[in-house]
């Protein structure tokens, strides 16, 4: 079999790639395979932006139109004061500049947040430095969960560990 | 020095025994996103903040004695292939590699920890162990962010957790994932029907080679699909008992398939990829993936008298591009590379203690 972008040299390398379902295959010789980076074959990824997705997200959920945004941006209220990232970079790229635009943007977060992941609020991990009451708070939040689904699998004896262990917490909050 | 001496340095640390289950999971791992306070994500971020991430991190690792088998390593002091076989052990992404510079990538001496810098996000805190040990390396990673987080100013919100470059992370920022072997499964026809269900339940499947639910090698990956809402916890609990209900379809396929007639035609199909393996003078990588599925699942179920299931899963890494040049020591041809695999295959083989 010839090399299908020289035709001149035979073809050594056979590479096999699905996109989006569909699949593609090329044949190349050695020297096309390295000048087109074949040669690193299954460690390809397809190139199907996540981020792109997002940001087609972002439109659908806020149906915001873009001449109120142009408006909002002429005020100067669309741009992170800390990394400068405007909200039209963000819906182009899907992605955050800095910690701080997640305060900038919070008002559109929430309601992508919810889309992604079924949530808007953190539960799990507290730092830290970041003090006591937040992660006793958030660990109350987690044991109120668990001893709801202990109930309702009725795990008493599970359930009874965890409300003490609730009873406890929420006497740290005192 | 001798092969096999290059062969232990090659391989990935973390690849030993004892792996729990080890005869249906590959692997287990935990990756947390970290970012700092007052520095632009990477992506959005000039080459001083990138800088200023390295060092805060080099800054960090000095500063506690728990770090001291820990190497920081820049991506642009080392060359491609070097990259690329931290890519092929499974320690740093192929997305790191994008743009070497300002990059970089901590090390433990036994290869389970690895830190990403300058990734997505400023650092990927990564645990990796042999097997379902999943819980274990959380516990690994959540070790290494409690004492990073002593010295890094990390990006935290009340409401919204760790915060990430990219909101689908944010949250935990913690990707868990399991790689599970089912060519039994796959024998019966059943691979599909059980991975479908696991998105009900929060759970991403694909396959390790190559995209979808369709695999070369019947590697699968399951990992979560949310970090927001779950703790860090729950998403490990759920993964591992998903993970043990796959594995016990996959035990049930296989004693299926030793119980009836299949049984021949099962030892004929592993035995005779142990020959091609044994035998081969040359020998493609997407043909080595399918015969070392299929050699895995017969020396783990002891049907394939000297081949042994740490070898096996051993050459699941040694017939990779990168690590396969760094073995002979030059940079080899396509063709050349068919030649080698197949003499590395047979050489390691025989090295099988049984």
């Known amino acids: 079999m010839w090399c299908e972008r020289c035709k001149k040299r035979q073809a050594t390398v056979h590479v096999t790639k699905i996109v989006n ?33 997002l940001a087609g997200l972002l439109e659908n959920e ?26 039209t970079d963000f819906r182009k790229i899907g992605l955050m500049g800095c910690a701080d635009c997640y305060h900038t943007f919070a008002e559109y977060l929430n309601p992508l947040l919810r ?24 660990e109350l939040e987690v044991l109120r969960r668990r001893l709801k689904e202990a109930i309702k699998r009725e795990a008493y004896e599970e359930a009874a560990q965890l409300r003490d262990e609730i009873k406890a917490k929420e006497a740290e909050l005192k | 020095m001798s092969l096999e001496a290059q062969i232990k340095r090659l391989l990935p640390g973390w690849l030993k025994e004892p792996a729990p289950d080890g005869d249906i999971v590959f692997s287990s791992r935990v990756r947390l996103a970290r970012n700092i306070n007052q520095i632009s994500f990477p992506y959005h971020a000039g080459e001083v903040q990138l800088e200023e991430v390295i060092d805060q991190i080099g800054a960090a690792l000095k500063s506690s004695s728990q770090f001291e088998n820990f190497v920081l390593q820049r991506l642009d002091d080392m060359d491609q292939h070097d990259r690329v076989v931290l890519v092929e052990k499974y320690l740093v992404s192929l997305d790191l590699l994008k743009n070497p510079a300002h990059r970089g990538v901590v090390l433990n001496q036994d290869e389970t920890v690895a830190i990403m810098l300058n990734e997505e996000d400023h650092l990927r805190i990564q645990s990796i162990l042999p097997g379902l040990q999943l819980k274990k390396a959380w516990e690994s990673a959540e070790q290494i962010d409690q004492l990073l987080e002593v010295k890094l100013d990390f990006a935290f919100d009340e409401e919204k957790g760790y915060l990430t470059t990219c909101p689908t992370n944010v949250g935990t920022g913690l990707r868990a994932s ?35 639910t369709d695999s070369a090698g019947d590697l699968y990956q399951i990992s979560n699909q949310v970090t927001l809402g779950l703790s860090e916890e729950e998403v490990i609990g759920k993964i591992v008992s998903v993970t043990k209900q796959v594995i016990d379809q996959e035990r049930a396929a296989r004693d299926a398939l030793l119980a009836n007639e299949s049984r021949l035609q099962l030892e004929n199909r592993v035995n005779r990829a142990y020959g091609l393996l044994t035998h081969s003078r040359l020998i493609s990588s997407e043909e080595t993936i399918k015969l070392l599925s299929d050699v895995l699942m017969g020396a783990v179920m002891n049907l394939i008298p000297k081949a042994e299931g740490q070898t096996v899963k051993e050459l699941f890494f040694l017939i990779r591009p990168a690590i396969l040049q760094k073995l002979i020591g030059r940079e080899l041809s396509p063709g050349e590379r068919d030649h080698y695999r197949a003499a590395v295959i047979r050489e390691h083989l025989a090295t099988s203690s049984k």
Do not use: D, W
């Open chain 1, 21 to 53: 379902n569909h699949k593609t295959e090329s044949h190349l010789c050695e020297v096309c395979a390295n000048e087109t980076g074949q040669e690193l074959g299954f460690l390809f990824e397809p190139n199907f932006s996540f981020h792109h997705l």
């Open chain 1, 62 to 87: 806020f149906g915001v139109k873009s001449e109120t945004l142009t408006e909002r941006q002429a005020l100067g209220i669309e741009k992170c004061p800390t990394c400068g990232l405007t909200f």
């Open chain 1, 115 to 138: 889309r992604i992941h079924g949530s808007i609020s953190h539960t799990g991990k507290v730092p830290h430095n970041i003090g006591g009451r937040i992660r006793t708070r958030k």
């Open chain 2, 178 to 212: 399991v790689l599970v072997h089912l060519p039994a499964l796959k024998m019966v026809g059943q691979v599909k029907k059980v991975l479908s269900v696991l998105p009900n339940v929060g759970l991403n499947v694909r396959g390790a080679y190559g995209e979808g």
